[in-house]
């Protein structure tokens, strides 16, 4: 019998969450898709992806003083990276 390996990067964090949270990211992340299509590709994301709607989520509390965190920039928030180029 043939086992899989998995191969998981060191700083990947997995987070458990509700059904409904889980369906409300995935629906922001095709949202964000729609709109920055041809720069995610660009990138190199070729699908939608949890973590830049995890990262949109974040600058939006960050922008509304619910989260305070150290400044966002492109270089650590991949939404913002991708809002950048296009600009």
Partial sequence: MAKSKIKRKEHETKVKCTNTAN???HDVAIEIWE?????M?????YRPSAKV?????IMQASMSGIYK????TPKNNLYLAICSEEE
Avoid at 53 to 57: E, G, H, N, P, S
């Fill in 23 to 25: 369906f409300r990211i």
């Fill in 53 to 57: 709607a995890i990262d949109y989520l």
């Fill in 41 to 45: 590709r660009m990138m190199g994301l």
């Fill in 35 to 39: 709109r920055h299509r041809d720069r």
């Fill in 69 to 72: 965190i150290k400044p966002l």
